[in-house]
């Protein structure tokens, strides 16, 4: 059974860092491209960012809004994707969904997602 | 960026109802949609990838269709498990974008 469980969320003031965790299990971990999104109180889906595998170098993708201060980050040997959150701000308050990628005809689904954590940025 | 405009943001439907939703992109995205359907306090769930393909384990009642830059989905006949809020996402280029959502509610 395919299982992605975050943790590290929490409050944390305006300009802090945070980094989250997600433990996969259940499937090879180092053949999925992984991605974050999140999901702010009461408001719709934003993607984050996606991490390749090792076939493709570990390249990354992020969203505007994340780029520069979020990096994500993998360690196939733990089955662990990370999500380093930097600089953060008051917008940045979501749930932080960790979700496994399905590739089908060169694009690259979202089959699996994790239950969340919640950031709080707030002073 | 490519905009998703999804259409209702707000449904009200009964048992049994035929229930559309619809997605439309602000420019070509071939078939690279998804649909997903999301409950209260829980994780999204895929239902429709490549546009029309239904994910393993989604009932058949869900069904998606494209119509050049338009994408619909379709529940046949909702159930009592069907209500909660809907997702369309493209996957044709970065940043992957959403739609705004379709809150699908009992009459």
């Known amino acids: 059974e395919v299982q992605l469980v975050e943790s590290g969320g929490g409050l944390v003031q305006p300009g802090g860092s945070l980094r989250l965790s997600c433990a996969a299990s259940?499937?090879?971990?180092?053949?999925?491209?992984m991605d974050w999104v999140r999901q702010a109180p009461g408001k719709g889906l934003e993607w984050v960012g996606r991490?390749?595998?090792?076939?493709?170098?570990?390249?990354?993708q992020y969203a505007a809004s994340v780029k520069g201060r979020f990096t994500i980050s993998r360690d196939d040997s733990k089955n662990s994707l990370y999500l380093q959150m930097n600089s953060l701000n008051t917008e940045d308050t979501a749930v932080y969904y960790c979700?496994?990628?399905?590739?089908?005809?060169?694009?690259?689904?979202?089959?699996?997602w994790g239950q969340g954590t919640l950031v709080t940025v707030s002073s | 960026d490519i905009q998703l405009t999804q259409s209702p943001s707000f449904l009200s439907a009964s048992v049994g109802d035929r229930v559309t939703i619809t997605c439309r992109a602000s420019?070509?995205?071939?078939?690279?949609l998804a649909w997903y359907q999301q409950k209260p306090g829980k994780a999204p769930k895929l239902l429709i990838y490549?546009?029309?393909t239904l994910q393993s384990g989604v009932p058949s009642r869900f069904s998606g269709s494209a119509s050049g830059t338009e994408f619909t989905l379709t529940i046949s006949s909702l159930q009592p498990e069907d209500f909660a809020t809907y997702y369309c996402?493209?996957?044709?280029?970065?940043?992957?974008?959403f739609g705004g959502g379709t809150k699908v509610e009992i009459k």
């Open positions: 979700v496994r990628d399905y590739p089908h005809s060169g694009r690259h689904y979202f089959d699996y």
């Open positions: 259940g499937f090879t971990f180092s053949d999925h491209y």
């Open positions: 991490i390749r595998n090792k076939a493709k170098s570990y390249t990354t």
């Open positions: 420019q070509d995205i071939s078939s690279h």
């Open positions: 490549a546009a029309s």
């Open positions: 996402q493209e996957l044709n280029s970065y940043p992957i974008t």
